[in-house]
């Protein structure tokens, strides 16, 4: 099959991307509400995507875990509507509502049929309005989150990312898991949850996008539908966190046969002019799946793991620069081991011309492929409104993924990765790693 | 709240209908079948080839290699190095992966629409070109065996389920995990994976299904040019697993585990599946999950267990219509704090047999019927999902007419077919009912 070998030395040069087909229009409602749209007139329903920045980081002090309790029950019962009526209601529509909260946002992604859009964001309306806090429906939501809580303490992988967010963070909102405590939510009561409504849910933090069938005026019609009258302002957003970890390996003991072990270091801000050879660097390195530095050795020469990898993650509060991995008691070990020396390794050599080349092209290919569908759409664009984006992004960002040299990433990697700074927090039974628990 | 928890996430998936628009089928003289969903929104394309094979064909005492031969298909052939294969695909922008199920194994890509051709070429080399060496296969059962650690072992509530499932199958290989009881994960040889690829990756037991910015002339000049030369296999074995003896007896599955934060309980029933021009029963019991365990604060055990009663947190019914032989139907009761799983399950009991007496409501009924018909406008959104729901459908013993034909099935049935099919499968004593909790020493001590 020569022919094969050659279409694939080919296609290793040829590769010259596609450009994003979507063009993304900036509406402003008669009553002031600003959005991005992507029109698509194909299928008839619009995906929505609105965020209002601070989410569960704005909880009041010693009221851990109000936001994610007040969140959950936005959508059980609002106006004169209780949680059953207000879920008839919903499905009678046949509009689908989701309500989430993490540490920099409350989230609501919402899919709504065009022939009954106005009824469906009636009723989104009185959920983010009005929503009741009945006194049963507390009970049960309160219920539901100890539960979740409870899970957490005994799951290696929650137990990981909490113990490292706690040593990392300690009393900042960052250091504890948005769920809250068994004492801070059990303590939690109505007055609470109308204050963190209060705070959260207000016009100065919020982020919207919308993608479908809906013409720029139909939206700004649909967005005073929904937001008028909303509070002006919120609380204040708590101060940047101080990332307090140095390197080192935490072992939470836990009878399980496979250790889960999370590790980082402080990272890099979003709007950092190396932030783009920064994501290049980390490709190569630990985010590129299968061909990343970390997988390759980790898992494929070494059969150590079902999957290891690193992300940058800049959130609003605090750059950090994460990775998991996951290995037999008996083998983390030496995971960790090569997980080090691939930190140094890249601190060290940065990358070759070759990968920097190769993940060039998957970094500038793959980004036109992400706009495929409504649902994908609206997440993408008010994710790049809450990163401080402007619409043109789509359109410049392969360039300066482009733009990204071997020296830069030289440059980047000796100043942001630090082997010595690295923190591995162990849960499980790991044999050879003798550092005690915290 | 709808936020589970890694508990009952099996219970969202909602095997919805097809929509009959843009789809277009041939099957080429070597017996591969093709199928094309056209989408021209975004110039994306998704390339799958799903082989009418998975863990339930396996032969006995080898469970797992169906997955396991997953693994290594991205291990190389006389062309393309081990590990190559992502490599070029990402060369391209693109995006592959695979995955393995009791009965398919499925290969795709996710790449602009002007690289399908090479997706082809890939693909069409894999189907019968594979080599393995000695020390890749043993490495990647290494990964293997980690990948049980992190899916199963590490996780009590995978591991009753699969005890569970063991228990409802008395004799269909559907009781034996996909990725494998892992004594026999760590015999698997190269051997054993060769010998299952020899028999079963072959173009006429393969369907190449490719959805997004393409035509149908254009698959079919690429498909004809890259697996057109392949030649099909002359000695496919018949699809026949050993199936189900009558269930005569209920059956119960206590599993206990120190790492249980929160017991649940769980019962299996045999059921039914979607069966090519005869999905009748299926759509009637996708209804009947729906209406006992779908929307909390709607269905029949939300309504009775978590809101007229606080019994539970949590309830839900799960069904799996879309599966080449008897398939599952399963409830879900996660008791609320103070409230035994004896107690829990009496309370599912005593629901069930309202539900038998009162019947199904109308209101919800109706509701139920016009979110199925969104559900397939939704479902437009999402081609891939597209792509999944035909390979699924044609590796299960459907056509591409039962897929298209499934929505109307759907809207057609009654309330009396629901109770018909509830009456059924409800009977009693013949369920697998099993407790997910912690050893009883550890229950009484204080919650840390």
């Known amino acids: 099959m020569m022919r094969l070998i050659l279409a694939l030395a080919l296609a290793l040069t040829m590769a010259a991307p596609v450009r994003a087909a979507i063009e993304i229009r900036q509406v402003t409602s008669p009553g002031g509400v600003g959005a991005w749209l992507v029109e698509s ?42 949680a059953r009526e207000f879920a008839r209601a919903r499905d009678a ?103 963190a409504h209060a705070r959260v849910i207000a016009r100065d933090r919020l982020y919207v996008a919308a993608a479908g069938d809906i013409t720029a005026q139909e939206l700004g019609l649909l967005l005073d539908r929904l937001f008028a009258g909303l509070p002006e302002t919120g609380a204040p957003m708590p101060p940047q966190s101080d990332y307090g970890l140095p390197g080192g390996v935490t072992v939470v003991p836990f009878d399980t046969p496979q250790a889960v072990a999370v590790f980082g270091q402080p990272g890099m801000e979003r709007d950092d002019p190396d932030f783009f050879a920064a994501y290049v660097m980390n490709e190569v390195l630990g985010a590129g799946g299968f061909g990343s530095r970390l997988m390759e050795e980790v898992r494929e020469k070494r059969g150590l793991t079902y999957g290891v990898y690193s992300y940058l993650y800049p959130m609003d509060l605090a750059p950090m620069m994460l990775g998991q991995v996951a290995s037999s008691n008996g083998r983390v070990a030496e995971a960790i081991e090569v997980i080090r020396a691939e930190w140094a390794r890249m601190a060290q050599d940065g990358v070759t011309q070759e990968e920097l080349e190769a993940v060039k092209t998957y970094l500038t290919g793959a980004y036109p492929l992400r706009f495929d569908g409504n649902a994908k759409i609206a997440r993408i664009l008010v994710g790049m409104q809450m990163d401080g984006l402007s619409p043109d992004y789509v359109t410049t960002r392969n360039d300066r993924i482009r733009a990204v040299t071997q020296e830069d990433i030289r440059r980047v990697a000796s100043d942001l990765l630090q082997p010595d700074a690295l923190h591995f927090v162990v849960v499980g039974r790991p044999e050879g790693l003798e550092t005690p628990a915290n | 709240m709808r936020r589970l928890r890694n508990l009952l996430v099996l219970l969202l998936i909602w095997a919805g209908p097809a929509t009959a628009d ?76 695979a995955f393995t199920s009791w009965d398919y194994t499925a290969y795709f890509q996710r790449v ?55 228990a409802l199958y008395l004799n269909h290989p559907y009781g034996i995990p996909i990725i494998g009881w892992r004594h026999e994960m760590e015999t698997l040889s190269k051997a054993d994976a060769l010998a299952f690829y020899d028999t079963y990756y072959a173009p006429n037991n393969a369907i190449l299904v490719v959805a997004g910015d393409v035509t149908p002339d254009a698959v079919r000049d ?33 599993f206990e585990d120190p790492r249980v934060a929160q017991p649940y309980l769980m019962r299996s029933y045999l059921a039914p599946e979607r069966d090519s021009g005869d999905q009748g029963r299926a759509a009637a019991l996708t209804y009947l999950a729906e209406l006992l365990g779908g929307e909390g604060a709607t269905s029949f055990l939300g309504e009775r267990l978590q809101f007229e009663r606080q019994v539970a947190l949590y309830t839900g019914a799960s069904y799996g219509g879309l599966s080449l032989d008897d398939t599952a139907f399963n409830l879900f009761v996660v008791p609320a704090p103070g409230v035994s799983l004896e107690t829990a399950e009496d309370a599912l009991d005593k629901a069930l047999a309202a539900f038998l007496r009162e019947g199904v409501d109308p209101a919800l009924f109706d509701s139920l019927k016009s979110q199925l018909l969104a559900a397939e406008i939704y479902a437009r959104d999402n081609i891939q999902g597209l792509a999944r729901r035909y390979g699924r459908a044609l590796t299960s013993g459907l056509t591409i007419e039962d897929v298209q034909a499934w929505p109307d099935v759907l809207q057609a049935v009654k309330p009396e077919d629901v109770m018909a099919a509830a009456h ?21 001590e204080v919650t840390q």
């Open chain 1, 41 to 82: 007139h194909d299928i008839p329903f619009v995906a929505l995507e609105i965020r209002f920045r601070g989410g569960a980081s704005l909880d009041a002090p010693g009221k851990r875990g109000a936001t994610n309790l007040m969140t959950a029950l936005l959508e059980e019962g609002a106006g004169d509507m209780g």
């Open chain 1, 93 to 195: 529509l046949a509009a689908s509502f989701r309500f989430d909260v993490g540490a920099d946002s409350l989230r609501v992604s919402a899919r709504m049929l065009s022939e009954n859009r106005d009824q469906a964001a009636d009723l989104l309306r009185q959920s983010l309005h009005a929503p009741r806090f009945d006194a049963d429906a507390i009970e049960r939501v309160r219920g539901q989150v100890l539960s979740a809580i409870a899970s957490d303490a005994k799951d290696p992988q929650a137990l990981a990312s909490q113990t490292f967010d706690r040593l990392a963070f300690g009393d900042h909102p960052y250091g504890s898991a948005p769920d809250g405590t068994a004492d801070s939510v059990q303590a939690l009561r109505r007055a609470d949850l109308v204050e």
């Open chain 2, 22 to 97: 843009r789809v277009t089928d041939f099957t080429l003289d070597n017996g591969l079948q093709v199928v094309v969903i056209e989408d021209h929104r975004a110039p994306v394309t998704v390339n799958m080839v799903w082989y009418r094979v998975g863990a339930a064909d396996e032969p006995p005492g080898v469970s797992g290699i169906a997955h396991f031969l997953e693994h290594l298909m991205f291990k190389g052939t006389d062309e393309v190095a081990p590990g190559a294969f992502s490599r070029i695909v990402k060369a391209q922008g693109g995006s592959d992966n």
């Open chain 2, 112 to 166: 602009a629409a002007d690289r399908l051709d090479l997706m082809m070429q890939l693909e069409a080399d894999r189907m019968t070109d594979l080599r393995l060496a000695g020390p890749d296969v043993e490495t990647e059962r290494d990964v293997i065996l980690e990948e049980r650690n992190q899916r199963t072992d590490n996780d009590p509530g995978a591991l009753f389920r699969e005890q569970m499932r063991a």
């Open chain 2, 222 to 254: 690429m498909a004809q040019t890259h697996f057109g030369g392949l030649a099909p296999s002359d000695a496919l074995p018949a699809r026949v697993r050993p199936q189900e003896p009558p269930h005569l007896a209920e059956r119960r599955v206590m």
């Open chain 2, 424 to 444: 059924d499968l409800l009977k009693g004593g013949n369920a697998v009912t099993g407790w997910l909790s912690r050893p009883v020493a550890e229950v009484t």
